[in-house]
């Protein structure tokens, strides 16, 4: 009797110690950080995550020219590529143009594409970018201007550019502008932004 009664307390004691390793394994792997990417190919494999990278013509100069300014927060808007970046990379580098302070980046995003945009723009592997940008002063915003009651050091300027798209069905020009609106004292920041050009 007594060897049958060993062999349960050692069954026993080997049910235990295997209950107790697999709770510990289990704690540990929902432990993992929950930032890192946990989807999966079909197969099994991980598929790695994205890289964040900022395109050169999104850099923001530091500059006390107006001008300068609005045509570089234009070329920022204008220009995307979906195989290098992801629409976060594209809204940070667009809300660097402005006061963090206050509610101007979430107005310098304004003027990118919504998700679902972003997502059709995915889709097609699509990529875009601005050439020919000026920066008029209309008589509208002149007036503005000189109403007194825009801040100290406002430039606004009507920006326009040809914007060339290329997706994986083709290549598109398409005609771009915006009413884009720059404080500089001295160096510029970015105050306002509407795709209506007239006030």
Not at 25 to 33: A, D, E, G, V, Y
Request: charged share 20%; aromatic share 8%.
């Amino acid at each position: 009797m007594k060897p049958s009664r060993r062999l349960r307390i050692a069954i026993a004691l080997l049910v235990v110690v295997g209950v107790v390793v697999l709770a510990v394994s289990l704690t540990t792997s929902w432990k993992q950080p929950m930032d890192q990417p946990r989807t999966a190919h079909p197969t099994g494999t991980a598929i790695p995550a994205p890289v964040s990278q900022q395109l050169e013509e999104w850099r923001r100069p530091t500059t006390t020219d107006p001008r300068e300014f609005a045509n570089a927060y234009a070329r920022t808007i204008w220009t995307y590529d979906t195989n290098r970046h992801s629409y976060v990379d594209w809204q940070n580098a667009v809300s660097v143009y402005a006061d963090p302070s206050s509610a101007a980046p979430e107005v310098a995003r304004s003027l990118l594409p919504q998700w679902a945009e972003w997502e059709q723009l995915q889709l097609h592997k699509a990529r875009a970018t601005a050439t020919g940008i000026t920066a008029a002063v209309t008589p509208e915003l002149e007036a503005m201007a000189n109403r007194g009651q825009a801040p100290n050091g406002w430039h606004a300027y009507v920006v326009r550019a040809r914007q060339t798209v290329v997706l994986d069905t083709g290549t598109e020009q398409l005609d771009r502008q915006a009413a884009v609106a720059v404080v500089c004292t001295p160096t510029c920041r970015f105050w306002s932004a509407s795709a209506q050009v007239s006030p």
